[in-house]
């Protein structure tokens, strides 16, 4: 039996204005609230070892938010025990709430900036949400079990079919009449009970954008994810009206090229939900992910697997740009890597649940950027510098055949290295002059654009081990890191390895090498190049390995982010707390803006 404690916790964040976070539109700004946004917290401990698992109602978890998670709970709750290892913060990804809460500048380009009350908000939220689980921790059992949606659900469709037909292990090519079932359909749920099998909650895992909602609608909404969570909480708090804390959450899974849109609209010349207004489309998918849930948790209590056993955590930093790419992966081709983070044109182009600029705008740019990369790979061949030569040709080469417009880690924008000096005006674009303003008060230069070092973390509870994925990773993708993971694993007993995404940090797609050779939007959102995928399943399995060792014989990974990935200004403040660095970046941000307005 393990303790078990559940909360949810209102996070909700209004401002008028502030920008939101997912479609990277500078016109997608908050005009009202359309629905709440909550925390939700999962605590499970056994035999003194805990984990708690955190769902959102936010795009994406960030390193700066995780971090300032941490620190609160060190400081403020030494007590219980937690840290950056033992706790797990995943979100649900509605594109339709507040962004700002990073300091990584590439996801804050239409904000604008850096948003310290947004951060406040949603890092008090999630510490209280932790705080008040573990405080109602009890005695309780979990059960796992899993179902399909029929095959005519309007659930969710592969938005990238042609990417998804390039994997072998598709076989028969999927028509796009039929992309509805190139998808995971299926959902996996835990279900939790106390000694006297009364409800505490469940929590699932099912893959299917929070894109039912579009950039044209300005309210916070927490899209279907969140109406799923609030149909099951509501029914289950009816059928148990003595109990008024039943606390259920709707995970992601693998995602990355999955759609709850599937009809045309003319108009707007995007795809949409089942109804002309978003929020009742939302409403919508959230009651078919709600029906799958409450089926499977009834079904749970008859005829699911009984999870027992220990419970076990590991997390460790990788940078994935750097990682040396295992022959068995490649094909046998020997010397491959990742390289240097860089988003390619065909994600700034959009999906068909967001579009972005145009195509004509597109090719233009491919023509462009064509004849700058000729020229640095000439240029790099015709330097003495040898070192030089390999790293130009490196990054090319890792990211063929992707159009790189910018390289996160350098700063440079479609071949310009000083964007502050770009020729194209900041009035055509807030986007634009943002970057050219964070460049010109030397901001973009200190920071990375977007994270690297990321952290990879794994749960195991008893046979069940949940891995938290620091991006978006597609269908097929998933399928072999999971396998992957789970080759290892079933060493120790685990027989259900669940991916969880969004976790903890975010850095773009993970794809496969076939989808990624495409390069359709989420191919040019993978941001480390074609291996992308080869170097998550390397570090994942070299971290799931470790979890079959002892805990005295494994490696002692650093569990605290790179000091670089954190924030700018680091220098004589190692002994501050989280909250005074970002006042003395934010500080130092807004003093040299001022110095360069006078």
Known sequence: MYNIGVSKVDMTFFKKGNGMLGYGMHFHKIEGVETPQYARAFVIEKNGKKIVFVNTDICFSTTYLKAGVIRCLEFDYPEKGYSNANVMITAQHTHSAAGGFTQHLAYNFTMPGFQEDVYLRYSSAIVEAIVRADDDLKPGKIKH???????????????????????????????????HLAADRTMKLLRF???????????????????????????????????????????????????????????????????????????????????????ESAAYNGSLQFNKAKEIYHSAAKIGKKINGDIDYMLMYADMSDVMIDEFYTGGLKHESTSQPAWGMSFLEGTTDGQGASKIFGQAIRMYMGSVRQVEILAARMSKDKYRQKKVIDYYNAHHPKVVIINHETGVVAGAAHPEKMVVPGFLDPSIKYIKFANKVGYGKKTPWVPKKLPLQIFIIGQIAIVGIPAEITTIASVRLRKTISKVLEERGVSEVIMSPY??????????????????????????????????????????????????????????PDLFEMCDIWTGMEDRGILSELEVVENTFKKKSRDEEE
């Open 145 to 179: 079990h899993k179902g399909d949606f029929d095959k005519d659900a309007e659930i969710c469709f592969n938005r990238s079919i042609r990417a998804y037909n390039t994997n072998p292990e598709v076989g028969v090519r999927v028509p796009k009449k039929k992309r």
């Open 503 to 560: 976790a903890n940090s975010y850095a773009g797609y993970i794809t496969t090498y076939e989808e990624y050779r495409l390069q359709l939007y989420e191919g040019g959102h993978t941001l480390f190049g074609k291996w992308t995928l080869a170097a998550y399943q390397m570090k994942f399995r070299a971290l799931a390995e470790e979890m079959l060792k002892a805990p005295e014989d494994r490696k002692k990974w650093s569990q605290k």
């Open 193 to 279: 009970d106390d000694k006297n099998n009364n409800p505490i909650g469940s929590l699932n895992w099912f893959g299917v954008h929070a894109t039912s909602v579009s950039s044209r609608y300005k309210k916070v909404c927490y899209d279907n994810k969140g109406y799923a969570s609030e149909f099951f909480e509501n029914y289950l708090n009816q059928l148990n009206p003595e109990n008024n804390n039943i606390i259920t959450s709707f995970a992601q899974d693998a995602t990355g090229d999955i759609s709850p849109n599937f009809i045309w609209d003319k108009k707007s010349r995007e795809y949409r939900g089942k109804f002309v207004d978003d929020y």
